[in-house]
C-alpha cells in the first residue's frame, strides 16, 4: 500500500497580485537593461556613461526584485500548469523557469563582479556597494564576456518565453497566459 503524496503548499488557481507586479515590473527592466546594454557597448560618446549610470542601479534594482520573486514563488506556489499539456512542454517550462531565474540572479552578480575586478565602484545612488572580486584585469575581461553571453541567452530566453505565453494565449487558450495578465 502506498501513502497520497500532497505537496507543502496547495497549488493556486491563480498567480496573487504581488507575483504579478514583479513579473511586469521585472519585465519591462530586464527588457530595458538588454537594450541599454547595447546602447552601452555600441557607444563611446558621452551617452556611454549616462547609460552605465542607469545600468548599475537598475541592474541592483532587479537583483533585489528577483529574491523578493522567488521568495514569493516559493511560499505562495504558482498555479497548476494545464492537465491536458503535454510532458515535454511541462518539462520545458520548468527547464524555462530555472533558466530564466538563474540568468535574473547571474546578471546583475556577475555585472557587480565585473565592475568590481574592473576597479570601478558599484553606486547605487548615493550608496556605493562593496566590491565582490577582487581588482583584476583577466578575471574583468572573462567576467565581461560572460556577461555579454549570457545577455545574449537571456534575450532569446525571453523571447521563447514571450513565445510559449503567446501560444498559451492566442492558440491553446488555455488560460495559462490570463493568470499572469489578469489573474484568472
Not at 584585469?137 to 541567452?153: E, G, I, K, Q, V
Amino acid at each position: 500500500m502506498s501513502l497520497p503524496t500532497y505537496p507543502i503548499y496547495p497549488s493556486p488557481a491563480k498567480f496573487n497580485l504581488l507575483a504579478r507586479l514583479l513579473h511586469w515590473m521585472m519585465a519591462i527592466g530586464i527588457i530595458a537593461m538588454l537594450f541599454i546594454g547595447v546602447g552601452m557597448v555600441a557607444s563611446v560618446s558621452e551617452r556611454h556613461q549616462w547609460l552605465l549610470q542607469i545600468h548599475k542601479p537598475l541592474g541592483a534594482a532587479l537583483l533585489v526584485l528577483v529574491c523578493i520573486r522567488l521568495g514569493t514563488r516559493l511560499y505562495k506556489g504558482t498555479p497548476a500548469l494545464p492537465a491536458d499539456m503535454p510532458a515535454w512542454q511541462r518539462s520545458a517550462a520548468l527547464a524555462s523557469h530555472i533558466l530564466l531565474y538563474a540568468l535574473m540572479f547571474a546578471m546583475p552578480l556577475i555585472g557587480w563582479a565585473m565592475v568590481s575586478a574592473g576597479g570601478y565602484p558599484v553606486t547605487v545612488g548615493s550608496w556605493q556597494l562593496p566590491p565582490i572580486a577582487p581588482a583584476n584585469a583577466a578575471l574583468f575581461a572573462w567576467l565581461r564576456a560572460a556577461h555579454r553571453y549570457l545577455a545574449f541567452l537571456l534575450f532569446a530566453t525571453v523571447l521563447l518565453h514571450l513565445a510559449a505565453a503567446l501560444f498559451h494565449g492566442w492558440i491553446r487558450r488555455d488560460g495559462v497566459l490570463e493568470s499572469m495578465t489578469r489573474g484568472r
